[in-house]
């Protein structure tokens, strides 16, 4: 999704990074897919490759875990020419035995940036 340069602040992303984890709880895999795409997708469907990944983190999940409160980070990268803007970083329960990580990858190049949905993985 492109988003504009007064979106790139701390409270913006960690408010994309909120919605994010709403929309993975909530197992809304196309709204996800539709507002921030999915790196990781491949040749599957959008929203069919968010739902699986999704499915293979809970089926990591061998015992019961100490659920995690819901926590977003905010980092910047350094200047590089990967056009590596910043990660929003997003831990959080989804049930009583699995915490995910959803990470969203800022990138772009002057005022023209695109915050992607890089991956939905396990947390022991």
Do not use: H, W
């Amino acid at each position: 999704m492109r988003i504009s340069s007064a979106q790139t602040d701390q409270n913006s992303l960690y408010g994309f990074g909120a919605e994010a984890v709403s929309l993975v709880v909530n197992k809304s895999y196309s709204s996800l897919a539709e507002r921030f795409g999915y790196a990781l997708a491949y040749d599957r469907e959008i929203a069919l490759a968010i739902q699986q990944d999704f499915e293979q983190c809970l089926s990591e999940a061998e015992s019961p875990s100490i659920p995690k409160s819901t926590s977003i980070q905010v980092k910047y990268f350094k200047p590089n020419n990967a056009g590596l803007y910043a990660l929003v970083e997003c831990v959080t329960a989804v049930n009583e035995r699995a915490n995910v990580l959803i990470e969203l990858i800022v990138a772009g190049g002057g005022d023209e940036k695109y915050i992607t949905l890089e991956q939905i993985s396990y947390v022991a």
